[in-house]
C-alpha cells in the first residue's frame, strides 16, 4: 500500500511537473503565433501597397506626354525678358501695337514656396479683333499665363482712328526648382 502511495505521488508529482513546464510553454506560443500572424498581415499589406504602386507608375507612364505638357507650361525660370519678349511677339503678329511692358518681381507663392510667379503690365494699341486674336494665341500658349485684368477704352477724340488702348495684366508661373 505504501509502495501504491507513493507511485501515485510520484505520478502527480511528475504530472504536476510537466504541466508547469509545458503551460508556460504553451502561452509562450500562443503569443509568439499572434505576433506571426500580425507580421505576416503587415507584411502582405506593405506587398500590396508596392503593387498598388507599381501599378500606378506602369499607369502613369501612358501619361508621359500629359506630364511634360505640363512641365513644359510651368518652366523651372520665369525669365522675364524672353516672356516679355513672347508677349511682344505675339502681340505684333496680330496685329497690336505694344505701347509699354512693365516687368513685375519674381514672388513666391506663400502656399508652395517650390512655385512663384510674375506680374507683368502691358499696354496696347490697336483694334478688338486684334486683341481677340492675341488672347486666343496666348490661350493655345503652352504657358501657364493667367490674365488677371484688362481694361479698354477709347483713347479719346484724337486717337479715334487708332483704334482701342488696352491694358493687360497678366501673371505666367514657374516651379522655381
Not at 505576433?35 to 507608375?57: H, P
Not at 490661350?139 to 488702348?165: T, W
Not at 508661373?173 to 526648382?177: F, L
Given at each position: 500500500?505504501?509502495?501504491?502511495?507513493?507511485?501515485?505521488?510520484?505520478?502527480?508529482?511528475?504530472?504536476?511537473?510537466?504541466?508547469?513546464?509545458?503551460?508556460?510553454?504553451?502561452?509562450?506560443?500562443?503569443?509568439?503565433?499572434?505576433?506571426?500572424?500580425?507580421?505576416?498581415?503587415?507584411?502582405?499589406?506593405?506587398?500590396?501597397?508596392?503593387?498598388?504602386?507599381?501599378?500606378?507608375?506602369?499607369?502613369?507612364?501612358?501619361?508621359?506626354?500629359?506630364?511634360?505638357?505640363?512641365?513644359?507650361?510651368?518652366?523651372?525660370?520665369?525669365?522675364?525678358?524672353?516672356?516679355?519678349y513672347f508677349l511682344q511677339k505675339t502681340a505684333?503678329?496680330?496685329?497690336?501695337?505694344?505701347?509699354?511692358?512693365?516687368?513685375?518681381?519674381?514672388?513666391?507663392?506663400?502656399?508652395?514656396?517650390?512655385?512663384?510667379?510674375?506680374?507683368?503690365?502691358?499696354?496696347?494699341?490697336?483694334?478688338?479683333?486684334?486683341f481677340k486674336k492675341f488672347f486666343d494665341e496666348?490661350?493655345?500658349?503652352?504657358?501657364?499665363?493667367?490674365?488677371?485684368?484688362?481694361?479698354?477704352?477709347?483713347?479719346?477724340?484724337?486717337?479715334?482712328?487708332?483704334?482701342?488702348?488696352i491694358t493687360v495684366r497678366i501673371y505666367s508661373?514657374?516651379?522655381?526648382?
Open positions: 500500500m505504501k509502495k501504491n502511495i507513493f507511485t501515485i505521488i510520484n505520478f502527480l508529482v511528475v504530472i504536476s511537473l510537466i504541466v508547469w513546464m509545458i503551460l508556460p510553454n504553451r502561452t509562450i506560443l500562443n503569443e509568439q503565433k499572434k505576433k506571426q500572424e500580425i507580421k505576416t498581415l503587415e507584411k502582405q499589406t506593405i506587398e500590396s501597397y508596392f503593387q498598388n504602386l507599381k501599378k500606378l507608375n506602369e499607369e502613369s507612364q501612358n501619361y508621359q506626354k500629359e506630364i511634360s505638357k505640363v512641365d513644359s507650361a510651368i518652366p523651372q525660370d520665369i525669365s522675364l525678358h524672353s516672356f516679355a505684333s503678329v496680330n496685329g497690336l501695337i505694344v505701347r509699354k511692358i512693365n516687368l513685375g518681381q519674381q514672388t513666391k507663392i506663400k502656399e508652395n514656396p517650390n512655385m512663384s510667379f510674375a506680374d507683368v503690365g502691358i499696354d496696347f494699341l490697336g483694334n478688338y479683333l486684334s496666348i490661350e493655345k500658349s503652352s504657358r501657364f499665363i493667367e490674365i488677371q485684368e484688362f481694361k479698354i477704352s477709347s483713347g479719346g477724340e484724337a486717337k479715334k482712328d487708332q483704334g482701342l488702348e508661373y514657374s516651379s522655381g526648382k
